[in-house]
């Protein structure tokens, strides 16, 4: 890493926040770059762009001869203000290209020109550290890709919730660290799409974590700021909160004889006791397993068998005796507090941010997120709850589904006044001519093109920014007023109050451009409407510590038609996945073949 002389240890400094204020044994991640490889160079830019100390070219040489006798394989370049002057850092990047061949070279003013040096440095670091393993990948899956005779160029999926082509994606490694969640949040958003929603919260609960994100306006909602295993990572991407709580986590009593469900994971070697392959902890799917929400005949329709003998001897074991519970009542302990923490998770990207869920449909996904929807939907009053046709599949479904897009973003602090009007509007055009002339490059070009506007303001002299869309289009002396009031609403939504007094100020200017995906084959569903499903058959499903278990429908997915209607309690199963219904639930195929879940007791 080479930054302005001085602030090597600003990468460890931080912000000085502890990740857990009462842990003493808390400890923050290593830096990616170690201090004798955090070099420093004379140069200084002031705030406002101009230019304190020139850059000395000489010591920036010296250390790169240093750097390249250590042999480095990355290199991150981050100077102070160099979001609004990148003269400095474009020089040391195109020595470091000249001086260094061979080695990966990241500049911030390249991948994130935005104020806030740390995490400008941090995400500059990030994608530096990710550049060599990502491209040995690319060019890995290259090889695949051209060796298969498929001629289409790949694509790579970013936390923004779209794809880029490779190419790009070689030097922004960084914008694809939460790709995964993105794909289900692309995924849900397309879902919504599809039934005409403008809102949904999207639940995907796979074997490690389970995933929760927003669909607003029929967009994910987004996110700028986020922490990815302890390190800042700053560039734009969907809003997913992750948990530990999947299929796969191990359930515990804690020293205190409070019940855990996770973070720690079994994986899937040797994965849940009732896998049958050696684990001998519980977890949430013996959970389920023993409760009989699972297939005695086992996942991905009958190929893989699981031993439900052996998921209640794991839970009683290893979670009831510490509880004094039998394996039943111990394994709905267990799906209980996962829906709790699920249900904390829901509610820190809604209510905590001025939501209210009950506005919201339920999108349920993941391998085990249709086990637990209803519990969750009851726990925060959401009427419905969907799960589409294929929710094991759900984040792979929404990589066919996504749109191809490319961000734009950069540091302009401009008062929300008239006067300002004409700076506001040559920054845009600015943003919007980068992103047509990329377009170009990219060739997008017909009716699924288009290009978006967000900035980020906030009232003089704070600290943090609230994200607002900014219609495209010349802005007006009208436009700015209509703006200036957007924020303020904005601000009561998300903090309870407004300040219309208070000026505000524009922070970040962003410009996307997105060429929108056509539907995916085979999405379309066809099936003939008929009326009440007939079960399959019936297996015994522990419903409660009062009902006990209780002879219970039996449903296959496959065998579902539009217009079916089904009651609970009752499981369907499918290859992918098995939804729950439970008591007092109501389940109809809608036409596009997604089940349509409600609280609605059978006459």
Request: net charge negative.
């Amino acid at each position: 890493m080479i930054t302005t002389r001085g602030f090597r240890d600003l990468l460890e400094i931080a912000r000085q926040q502890r990740p857990s204020l009462y842990d003493l044994s808390a400890r923050k991640p290593r830096p990616l770059a170690p201090r004798w490889l955090r070099r420093e160079v004379p140069e200084r830019v002031r705030f406002d762009g101009s230019v304190m100390e020139p850059l000395d070219e000489e010591a920036a040489k010296r250390e790169m001869a240093f750097l390249g006798q250590a042999g480095v394989e990355a290199l991150a370049i981050c100077f102070l203000h160099s979001y609004v002057n990148p003269a400095h850092e474009r020089a040391v990047r195109d020595l470091a290209k000249r001086l260094l061949p061979g080695v990966y070279v990241t500049a911030s003013c390249d991948l994130l020109p935005r104020f806030r040096e740390y995490e400008r440095l941090s995400t500059t670091v990030v994608n530096a550290y990710l550049g060599p393993l990502m491209n040995h990948y690319l060019d890995a899956l290259g090889r695949v890709v051209s060796d298969a005779g498929v001629r289409a160029p790949p694509h790579i999926m970013q936390s923004n919730g779209g794809l880029i082509p490779v190419e790009t994606a070689r030097y922004m490694p960084a914008s694809t660290v939460l790709s995964g969640p993105a794909a289900g949040a692309a995924a849900a958003a397309f879902v919504c799409a599809q039934l005409g929603m403008e809102r949904a919260i999207a639940l995907d609960m796979g074997g490690t974590s389970t995933d929760v994100s927003l669909i607003e306006g029929g967009l994910p909602a987004s996110a700028s700021g986020r922490e990815v295993g302890g390190y800042a990572v700053e560039l734009p991407g969907v809003d997913v909160r992750c948990i530990g709580a999947g299929g796969g986590s191990v359930l515990s009593v804690d020293p205190g004889g409070l019940p855990q469900v996770g973070p720690r994971s079994a994986g899937a070697e040797p994965g849940p006791a009732c896998y049958g392959r050696g684990g001998e902890a519980p977890t949430l799917t013996d959970a389920f397993a023993a409760l009989g929400r699972l297939s005695p005949e086992g996942l991905l329709g009958g190929e893989m068998s699981l031993d439900s003998g052996a998921a209640r001897s794991a839970v009683a074991r290893g979670f009831g005796e510490a509880l004094g519970l039998e394996a039943e009542r111990a394994a709905l302990g267990a799906v209980e507090l996962s829906v709790a923490n699920v249900r904390r998770a829901v509610e820190g990207i809604t209510v905590a941010e001025g939501r209210d869920p009950r506005e919201f449909h339920l999108i349920a996904a993941g391998g085990a997120g249709p086990l637990i929807a209803c519990e969750v939907a009851a726990e925060l009053a959401i009427e419905e709850v969907i799960v589409p046709p294929w929710p094991g599949n759900f984040s792979a479904s929404g990589l066919l589904a996504s749109n191809l897009r490319r961000d734009w973003v950069e540091t302009r602090l401009i008062p929300g006044s008239p006067e300002c009007l004409p700076v506001l509007a040559a920054a845009f055009r600015g943003l919007e001519q980068t992103a047509r002339e990329w377009a170009a490059d990219m060739q997008l070009e017909g009716e699924r093109w288009l290009l978006l506007r967000q900035a980020s303001a906030r009232y003089a002299g704070q600290d943090y920014e609230l994200q607002m869309e900014i219609p495209c289009g010349e802005l007006g002396a009208e436009g700015l007023s209509e703006l200036v009031a957007s924020f303020h609403r904005v601000h009561e939504e998300h903090y309870g109050y407004a300040l219309p007094e208070r000026p505000v100020e524009f922070v970040d200017l962003s410009v996307s451009a997105v060429r929108r995906a056509a539907e995916p084959v085979g999405w379309q569903q066809a099936e003939v409407a008929r009326g009440q499903a007939a079960p399959l058959d019936s297996r015994p499903i522990f419903l409660d510590g009062a009902s006990g278990a209780r002879e219970c429908a039996l449903y296959a997915r496959s065998g579902l038609h539009v217009g079916d209607v089904l009651y609970g309690p009752a499981a369907v199963d499918q290859y992918d996945a098995t939804t729950y219904l439970p008591m007092g639930w109501r389940a109809r195929v809608d036409e596009k073949g997604n089940l349509r879940l409600r609280r609605e007791l059978k006459q």
